[in-house]
T-cell receptor, first 115, second 115 residues
Framework: DTGVSQNPRHKITKRGQNVTFRCDPI?????LYWYRQTLGQGPEFLTY????????KSRLLSDRFSAERPKGSFSTLEIQRTEQGDSAMYLC?????????????FGPGTRLTVT | GENVEQHPSTLSVQEGDSAVIKCTYS??????FPWYKQELGKRPQLIID?????GEKKDQRIAVTLNKTAKHFSLHITETQPEDSAVYFC??????????????FGRGTQLTVWP
């Protein structure tokens, strides 16, 4: 499968625990985006990497959230001290190209449930 | 920032009829407008997109139109089939500055096609 992959697909955690999600973009895609989607809503932007550089973070990304993309390949999104409001689908997307918006391809998402 | 409004939120049509979903955007710098189809529990799937230098684009039964002056764009599906039933999201993006490629999504339209 050469598409965007995400792991795990589902995560159930207790409030206060830390969780980490992984995204593997399409090979050679230099831009990687994280979005969060709650029921009945469109995806909302969280953060974006161009290669290994994190270029923008949404105000949705509180200080409990951190994202990395070491070596410009896969990315991880960590949520510390999870809260029930963090329950959502976390989507990753990747795209190629520089200078203009290009097609973004989404992964299957990680569904987080905080109990 | 950009604000994307999408209407209607739900749309029911008979198989074979046409369906139209409309979106407006607020930022005149936006220049890329993709449409995604999301089936229940699955990833958003890019179905068609249009750039600001084009007024209309077609791909088989799907077409998108863009009116830059009015800042609105629409998705047209002809000869609808039950498998077209899904949630459709419009989005807008721009090439300028640090927000490169970030997608701003509408709230989605639940399309139901009755056989």
């Amino acid at each position: 499968d050469t598409g965007v992959s995400q792991n795990p697909r589902h995560k159930i955690t207790k409030r206060g625990q830390n969780v980490t999600f992984r995204c593997d973009p399409i090979s050679e895609h230099n831009r990687l985006y994280w979005y969060r989607q709650t029921l009945g809503q469109g995806p909302e932007f969280l953060t974006y990497f161009q290669n290994e550089a994190q270029l923008e973070k949404s105000r949705l990304l509180s200080d409990r959230f951190s994202a990395e993309r070491p070596k410009g390949s896969f990315s991880t999104l960590e949520i510390q001290r999870t809260e029930q409001g963090d329950s959502a689908m976390y989507l990753c997307a990747s795209t190629a190209g520089l200078g203009q918006p290009y097609e973004q391809y989404f992964g299957p998402g990680t569904r987080l449930t905080v109990t | 920032g950009e604000n994307v409004e999408q209407h209607p939120s739900t749309l029911s049509v008979q198989e074979g009829d046409s369906a139209v979903i409309k979106c407006t955007y607020s930022d005149s710098a936006s220049n890329y407008f993709p449409w995604y189809k999301q089936e229940l529990g699955k990833r958003p799937q890019l179905i068609i997109d249009i750039r600001s230098n084009v007024g209309e684009k077609k791909d088989q039964r799907i077409a998108v139109t863009l009116n830059k002056t009015a800042k609105h764009f629409s998705l047209h599906i002809t000869e609808t089939q039950p498998e077209d039933s899904a949630v459709y999201f419009c989005a807008a993006s721009k090439a300028r500055g640090s927000t490169l490629g970030r997608l701003y999504f509408g709230r989605g339209t639940q399309l139901t096609v009755w056989p």
